[in-house]
């Protein structure tokens, strides 16, 4: 039995999940939105295309969410889903940050809503809160550098950080002002 919960409201809703988790489904369809409902403009979207057609290897979305106490955890989804659908190459599972602890801390995701960019290996490129705005840009190219499986560093750079000895962690923080 699928339930679409696009039509459904409140303890309906509630109700809807409940029938279809007690029938044995998976989970309930997810209606399709309309182009209203969606958070991508047909515009950004097509430009976002045009860049995924050069993408080499597959990149796969990771998305740390939950349902109670984050406000927006679902616009995060949304954005990623929207995001994956441009592409073949882009992959998107979505993980829930409290019920899959052990995935949270096997990519080392320490609060929410949260992104992790993953290729043919893990970079390291995390996006906490919704890469909306400004970050939209840096999060599409993530995507690009990360299907090529390049840095985009020059040699110079590369020698360099060689030269690093134990382990550091960088944080860019982002804000519009």
């Known amino acids: 039995m699928m339930t ?3 039509e459904r409201s409140g303890a309906g809703a509630l109700c809807a999940v409940a029938v279809a988790v007690l029938a044995g489904c998976a989970r309930a369809e997810e209606p399709r939105e309309t182009e209203s409902e969606r958070l991508l403009p047909e515009k950004v979207r097509e430009r976002a295309r045009k860049g995924f057609a050069a993408l080499e290897g597959e990149v796969t979305l990771v998305v740390f969410t939950q349902e109670f106490e984050c406000r927006s955890c679902g ?3 949304r954005l990623a889903r ?6 073949d190459k ?8 409290e019920r899959d602890e052990q995935m949270a801390k096997q990519y080392g995701i320490d609060k929410i809503p949260a992104i992790s960019v993953q290729g043919e290996r893990d970079y390291g490129i995390r996006f906490y809160g919704v890469p909306a705005g400004y970050e939209f840009q840096a999060f599409l190219d993530a995507i690009k550098q990360v299907s090529k499986g390049e840095s985009g560093l020059s040699e110079a750079s590369v020698i360099a950080l060689k030269q690093v000895d134990r382990p550091v962690h960088i944080q860019v923080f982002v804000t519009p002002t």
């Open 4 to 6: 679409n919960l696009g």
């Open 75 to 77: 616009e995060n989804t």
């Open 82 to 87: 929207e995001v994956a659908e441009l592409s």
């Open 90 to 97: 882009v992959k998107l599972k979505v993980y829930d940050f």
